[in-house]
């Protein structure tokens, strides 16, 4: 079990890498296509802000990779529980603010990790 729960940890953390990417260089050219749910003319105006969450993405990704790197199977467990805890919140939150899919895509994920991570 031990496996599959850093395979779907390395899974989460490249979902956000792949967040970070699409907020932060490619949010004029790539999003408008992701996100059918905003107008295309609201993307230049925000590319900044997108850019903040794409950052704050990374740190997420970046948390995620380190819990996998780190030898101790304790804090491996910690920082793991930690960062996957604080995705789930944030497809919590984007589910209930902005959409359901951003709970299927970013919560369910890390939740089935979490899972995978206690058993």
């Keep these: 079990m031990v496996i599959i729960a850093k ?3 390395g899974l989460v ?3 956000h890498c792949y967040i970070l990417w699409l907020e932060m260089f490619a949010w004029t050219t790539k999003a408008p296509k992701i996100f059918k749910g ?7 105006p925000t590319e900044a802000l997108a850019a903040q969450q794409g950052l704050s993405n990374g740190f997420l990704a970046a948390g995620l990779i380190w819990s ?4 101790n199977h304790a804090w491996s467990l ?3 529980v930690f960062f ?3 995705v789930i919140i944030a497809g919590i939150y984007g589910g209930l603010k902005v959409g359901r899919s951003f709970f ?3 919560a369910i994920p890390a939740i089935l990790a979490l899972i995978a991570v206690h058993l």
């Design 7 to 9: 395979i779907l940890i």
């Design 13 to 15: 953390a490249i979902e």
């Design 38 to 44: 905003l107008k295309k003319e609201l993307f230049e």
């Design 68 to 71: 996998l790197l780190i030898k």
């Design 78 to 80: 910690y920082v793991s």
């Design 84 to 86: 996957l805890s604080c």
């Design 104 to 106: 299927y895509i970013q």
